[in-house]
Structures are given as C-alpha cells and as structure tokens.
C-alpha cells in the first residue's frame, strides 16, 4: 500500500481510470454511491469517457454530477470519498450539475497528436453551482475574436470513441449559448 494511501477498501478503485477491466468504478449517482463493480463492464454499449458524466436515454438528457459533502456542504465534480475540506469521508449527496457555464480561460490548440483535428478551442468552464470543468468549445470558428472571457455556453454529448469490442464512448463538450 502507498504510504499516503487512505485506510479504506475503495482506495485502489480510485486510483484508476474507469472503466478498468475486472473491477471498476461505475458512477450511479441516481442511486446515491460510487457503484463498486466486480464484473467485466458489457461489450457493445455507450459508456461515459469520464466518470462525472451521466448518461440518459437520449443525448439531451445526458449531464455531469457532482458530490456535495454532507459536513461542511463542499462541491466537488464527480464521485467522491473523501472530502479535501474537512477530511470527511462522507456521505455525499449527489448533485446534478447545470448544463450552461461560463468561459473562465481559452486557449487555441494549434499543435496535437495525429489523430486530433487542429486548431480547436480548450476551456476551463465555470457552471453556476460553483465549480469548473475543463471541455473543449465547438461551433465556432478557432479565432480569438470569436471568443471572450465570461462568454456564455451550453454542454452537449456526442459518441467521441469506440473500442475494439463495440463500445461507444460519449464525451461532453461546450457550444455557444
């Protein structure tokens, strides 16, 4: 065990991305937990590329979920264990987060890996409920003039990957609102 590793059961689960072969962490926050898994994920079905994305039925009713601690009322993005505030571990209530933000900083992208088309536009959002994801922007042109701090935007899924067994994997990503 690494030295600075929490004394709990969920700590190795956390370290990894999921999904992450025989035991993975599978976001469920309209159950309330973290959804500890011992089986293999299914082949062949749509899986969030993060594990703070929660997948409906349809794209439009996809969102991001954040864990709000019970103690001392902290929000975080995503399923959390511990609480960095006040050292808690929990329980936390689970929060669905609004799908509009702002643009607190930009930058265009000129220079990627291979298979990523360049220039496009990285942002750090901040949504209404106090905390901010990084995402990418589209539906506008790559340009600085099109762009400006506290521009507001609109979160929007779309299948971004798919893996050797038939897995699509849904990203999210902002587009002007």
Not at 38 to 50: D, N, S, Y
Not at 142 to 169: C, R
Request: glycine share 10%; net charge positive.
């Amino acid at each position: 065990m690494t030295p600075f590793a929490p004394q709990n059961d969920n700590w190795g689960a956390i370290r990894r991305p999921w999904p992450c072969g025989r035991r993975s962490v599978r976001p469920q926050p309209d159950k309330g937990g973290s959804g500890l898994t011992t089986e293999a994920p299914p082949k062949g079905e749509l899986r969030p590329i993060v594990p703070y994305l929660a997948l409906g039925n349809t794209r439009d009713e996809d969102y991001l979920f954040g864990s709000r601690c019970t103690k001392c009322g902290t929000l975080y993005l995503g399923p959390r264990l511990f609480c960095g505030k006040c050292s808690g571990e929990g329980p936390f209530e689970t929060v669905r987060l609004s799908k509009e933000g702002e643009v607190y900083v930009w930058s265009i992208i000129h220079q990627s890996v291979p298979w990523v088309k360049v220039p496009y536009i990285a942002a750090v959002i901040d949504l209404p409920e106090g905390v901010s994801v990084n995402a990418n922007i589209e539906g506008i042109e790559p340009k600085p003039e099109n762009l400006k701090f506290g521009m507001k935007v609109k979160m929007f899924t779309e299948v971004v990957s798919q893996d050797a067994d038939g897995n699509q994997y849904v990203g999210y990503k902002f587009r002007p609102a």
